[in-house]
């Protein structure tokens, strides 16, 4: 039978060596995995070679299968060739061709072939041709930005980079991103699976640091999660503590090294500021409640690097839009069944920021040396949640009707509700602005396209 063929191709203003290099990185298939595709690594390679075989496990609905595929190295790219996985048979050729010497053509082919013959084809096909159009333009507009912005501001050299949660929410995506630039990523966790992984335990202010590694920059996101559920005492003992001690111990074991490294960037929350609905900027007072008081301590913990001579930046995350976790994870089952619509009565406050210009921050931040203490990680675009539910509402192309009462979700959630869902906090990327970032999604509107993989105007 005849296979199918899909092709994506796009012009990058960056040379065909980078685009190449990009590609060949360990971490390229992290950044390129769309975040509302269930996907995991299995079994990986840390070069791109001839027979290198990848295993990757890929969710469909409830279930889970394997796909496996093995390389091959051409002069004009690679291929990647399904062993076994969901179709019938499957080639990917990623092509890089030189327009002249700062400009560069991506091209995705594919010749693929579904099961069960004519049948597969005729129910098939509707369904993975736009499955497959939506994965490409995702993955060609992060592989354009990540390159020009790359070749904008070029990291002045490679890092060895130290990683608290390295496999949360941020972690993924911003291990990716690095290895992509170059860098050499070093997890820190409580149970190593990698060579490079190193083992801690901040209840017991214990880090197994290999005598012989150098470190040039500390990135520290490790913490409990908040937003998993209605806090009792102690779950907000957990939340706090996690980030004391795991700060203090990253702050602690980096001061006392012989060769320390340069800058730590440990995440911080926009929760630090009050809920008062007042625009805040970096100057703005703290708030007088609990998460308040976790931020406090989370960014006073990192003294002891500062005492060494380590710039150290605290960067206060706002909501991060992906559909890989957090909030928008939460809401946009919701909001497809039709069960969407504002919270309370929606004049709240919502302070966002997209994954990708989290990622891009973070790693501007190991090299700005201009970039220090505390820097609100939020988009421009303040939003209310009622504007927020009807942009979500159309991106995903439905209605959002249906408020959920505050005091049901007090009810539910008590204190967390408050300080988290009900919050109204209002914070501006005023250092940000000042130091001339140029944001990728300045705009709800422009950052929920991009993340949820659909087309979406602004009317």
Known sequence: ??????????????????????????????????????????????????????????????????????????????????????????EHRH???????????LTDSIQYRLPLGILGRIFGTPLVRPKLERMFRYRHDVTKA?????????PPRSLSVLMTGATGLIGQVLTGYLQTQGHTVHPVTRSPKQESDIRWDPEKQEIEMPENLAIDAVIHLAGENVGAGRWSAETKRRIMESRRLGT???????????????????????????????????TGPKGDHYLADVCEVWESETEPARAAGIRVVTPRIGVVLTPAG??????????????????????????WISIDDVVDVMH????????????????????????????????????????????????????????????????????????????????????????????????
Do not use: C
């Open 1 to 90: 039978m005849q296979n199918d063929t899909f092709q994506q191709r796009s012009t990058i203003q960056a040379p065909v060596d980078e685009l190449r290099d990009w590609h060949f990185r360990e971490g390229a298939f992290l950044r390129l995995n769309p975040p509302w595709e269930k996907a995991e690594v299995v079994e990986s390679f840390s070069e791109l070679k001839d027979g290198a075989r990848a295993i990757i496990e890929v969710g469909m609905g409830p279930l889970k299968q394997r796909w496996i595929a093995d390389h091959e190295v051409i002069d004009e790219g690679f291929i990647d060739r399904q062993v076994s996985g969901p179709f019938a048979s499957w």
């Open 95 to 105: 092509l890089f061709k030189a327009l002249d010497e700062t400009s560069s053509q």
């Open 146 to 154: 990540d390159l020009e912005r790359r070749i904008q501001n070029p």
């Open 248 to 282: 203090r111990l990253i702050a602690e074991t980096i001061a006392k090294l012989p060769n320390p490294p340069s800058v730590l960037v440990s995440a911080s929350g926009s929760g630090f500021y009050p809920h008062d609905g007042q625009t805040h900027d970096e």
């Open 326 to 351: 957090g909030a928008l994870k939460k809401l946009a089952p919701l909001f497809l069944a039709g069960l969407g619509g504002p919270i309370g009565d929606g004049s709240h406050h919502l302070s």
């Open 364 to 459: 501007r931040a190991l090299f700005e040396t201009t970039w220090e203490g505390p820097l609100n990680l939020t988009a421009p675009d303040i939003v209310t949640n009622r504007e927020f539910t009807t942009a979500l509402a159309k991106a995903l192309n439905r209605p959002a009707f249906l408020p959920a009462p505050a005091f049901a979700l007090k009810l539910a959630f008590g204190e967390m509700a408050e300080e988290t869902i009900l919050a109204d906090i209002a914070v501006t990327p005023a250092k940000l602005q000042s130091l001339g970032y140029e944001f990728r999604h300045p705009d709800l509107t422009s950052a929920l396209s991009h993340v949820l993989g659909r087309q979406v105007f602004s009317s």
